[in-house]
């Protein structure tokens, strides 16, 4: 199925910073190909569905809107790496959608190097995703940027490398 561009509202959700293709690469990336990494599963389809915009900011309402066409067109597992501080009715009922069609959505619990409350990885059907460093501990910084690190709090579901 093909994606669809929730920010400009097109058939074209080319990614503008390169962080959606980055984990769509660790997601999806073919493996035995002599180029460099495989992802975890090689033989995946996704469906790309850009909801922010080049300066990594998007609406609620893009998000809902994406998850909507996401179950609509058959995915069966959601991954959102963005997150919002405030609680949102839309994109609450949007996941609980999902949720109720057995989807999964997966999503980070952002990189604040703090226990606050991120949207939609803080609501209580979507998996939460924290972040470990190679020793399995939770990443403390990222880009050498000291106040940047995996959020933490009982909210978290799972971490990952």
Wanted: contains cysteine.
């Amino acid at each position: 199925m093909s994606g669809w561009d929730f920010v400009n509202n097109d058939n074209d959700p080319s990614d503008d910073s390169g962080h959606g293709t980055n984990v769509a690469g660790i997601l999806a990336a073919n493996g035995n190909n002599n180029l460099g990494y495989a992802g975890v599963d090689w033989n995946c389809q996704l469906m790309i569905c850009k909801i922010v915009d080049d300066k990594k900011q998007g609406l609620y309402t893009m998000w809902a809107s994406a998850i909507y066409y996401a179950v609509d067109h058959g995915a069966d597992i959601i991954n959102m790496s963005v997150g919002g501080i405030p609680i949102s009715r839309v994109l609450e009922e949007a996941v609980a959608y999902a949720y109720d069609n057995g989807v999964i959505i997966v999503a980070s619990m952002m990189n604040d190097n703090k226990a606050t409350l991120y949207y939609p990885a803080a609501y209580e059907t979507t998996i939460a995703v924290g972040s470990t460093n190679p020793n399995d501990e939770r990443s403390i910084s990222f880009l050498d940027d000291a106040c940047m690190g995996s959020n933490f709090g009982d909210h978290i579901d799972v971490v990952a490398p």
